[in-house]
């Protein structure tokens, strides 16, 4: 008797990674061919072979693929341990400003969102706490996009203090105002335990309840569902209110908090020199990442790259690929 073993396939993982390479190869193969065609042309040219002519369109076809070499590169910043996750939490709060503030978390949510529209990724609503006026104090969600799509490694640069710098419409002698909010982003991990766990765990969380915020229904406002997380030795918390049950918050609420604990670990690993303080950003003058700025004049700067642009409106309305990849491009 005799027994066949099916070779086993390769795992899912393993396939997504060999496609992404094939793509990149196929891209610089692109890139070599019409660079060997245009330096051919010139060389004959040069030697008075009659193919000027050709040149404007070999110029062409040249600068077209160059222009493929920008998704390389943005590629080759993706050397983080979570960069390739697909699947991010992010966290907007108000900082120092008032109403003013309050009314800018919910213009960031708002360029946000419609950037993760324009990606074709999807994202939920964790949690969110009004502002007193108008706005928000805060706003916590969950983004998610395809495999490859590197999520995380695309936005983990939006981590800082976002300042905005316009006539404040709340404001009655319309004086210009300026006002912060911070930014936070951590990864949610793939198959979490699998990878990697961040010990003691359990033991080091407290966990407590309370209403969920929002427009009523069955439970909402009437028990306590909404879960605060709070991995004692970091610092770092996290609140949901998305589901109906306390059970099923809690279960985001660990998943999202062991997976910043750990996005956390690894910072600490790879920047030993540098004071990490957790996922608090402290949103207040001197400790931005970017100049949104609609009054005298209309500029978007962001201070690591240097990249600026005078379409606010545009940035405002989620064009943010520019600017992120001007970030990630970076040294």
């Not at 108008?134 to 395809?146: F, H």
């Not at 229904?217 to 997380?229: I, L, Y």
């Not at 970017?290 to 209309?298: A, D, G, M, S, T």
């Amino acid at each position: 008797m005799s027994f066949h073993t099916a070779a086993e396939s390769p795992p899912a993982e393993l396939l997504q990674a060999q496609a992404l390479l094939d793509s990149r190869l196929s891209v610089l193969a692109s890139i070599t061919g019409a660079l060997s065609d245009f330096q051919s042309l010139l060389e004959l040219s040069l030697d008075g072979a009659g193919v000027s002519s050709l040149l404007p369109e070999a110029s062409l076809s040249l600068s077209s693929s160059l222009l493929l070499l920008k998704p390389l590169r943005v590629a080759a910043s993706f050397d983080g341990r979570y960069d390739a996750e697909a699947t991010v939490s992010m966290s907007l709060a108000a900082g120092a400003g008032g109403t003013e503030a309050t009314d800018w978390v919910e213009m960031l949510s708002r360029m946000y969102t419609r950037y993760f529209d324009a990606r074709g990724w999807s994202y939920s609503l964790l949690s969110s706490s009004p502002g007193d006026v108008t706005g928000y104090k805060s706003l916590d969600y969950e983004v998610t996009g395809a495999a490859g799509d590197y999520v995380y490694g695309m936005l983990k640069k939006e981590k800082g203090a976002h300042r905005l710098v316009r006539v404040s419409p709340f404001n009655s002698a319309g004086k210009r105002m300026t006002t912060f909010a911070g930014v936070t982003v951590s990864p949610v991990i793939k198959d979490l335990g699998a990878k990697a766990s961040v010990p003691n765990f359990e033991r080091d969380c407290t966990v407590d309840t309370m209403r969920s915020g929002g427009k009523g229904g069955q439970n909402v406002n009437k028990v306590e569902t909404a879960v605060r997380m709070t991995h004692v030795p970091s610092g770092l918390v996290v609140k949901v209110s998305k589901e109906r049950t306390q059970q099923g918050n809690r279960r985001i609420a660990s998943k999202l908090l062991q997976s910043r604990v750990l996005a956390l670990m690894e910072d600490l690993r790879l920047e030993e020199v540098r004071e990490i303080n957790g996922d608090q950003v402290e949103a207040a003058w001197g400790r931005q990442i970017r100049n949104y700025v609609l009054h005298p004049y209309k500029q978007v700067k962001d201070l690591r790259s240097g990249y600026e642009t005078a379409d606010v409106g545009g940035v405002l309305d989620g064009k943010l690929d520019d600017i992120l990849e001007s970030v990630l491009t970076a040294r």
